[in-house]
């Protein structure tokens, strides 16, 4: 199952899906990170930087080595003061 945390320091912010399970071995992560420059990235974590302050929709995919795939959908705020922390709990 995808999953992910996120905390943004300034306009850069750090995306990990570490915490993605599967039953098998998930063999690749994509990213859409919600920007129109470079929207894209891949790996377990990554960072993106974004233009200005403000919501930013992140999607995950994980794929495992059966070819199975998950993903998760999850609205982050760059420069709004909130963290993984806060999205956790929403």
């Known amino acids: 199952m995808a999953n992910f945390t996120w905390s943004c320091s300034g306009l850069t912010c750090n995306l990990n899906g570490s915490s993605s399970t599967d039953d098998g071995q998930i063999v690749s992560y994509n990213w859409n990170v919600g920007k129109s420059a470079g929207p894209t990235a891949t790996g377990q974590v ?45």
Request: hydrophobic residues 40%; proline residues 2%.
């Open 46 to 90: 990554v960072s993106a930087t974004y233009p200005h302050e403000g919501n930013r929709v992140v999607v995950l995919t994980v794929t495992d080595n059966a070819g199975n795939s998950s993903c998760v959908t999850k609205t982050i705020v760059v420069g709004g003061g909130c963290s993984a922390a806060a999205s956790a709990s929403a």
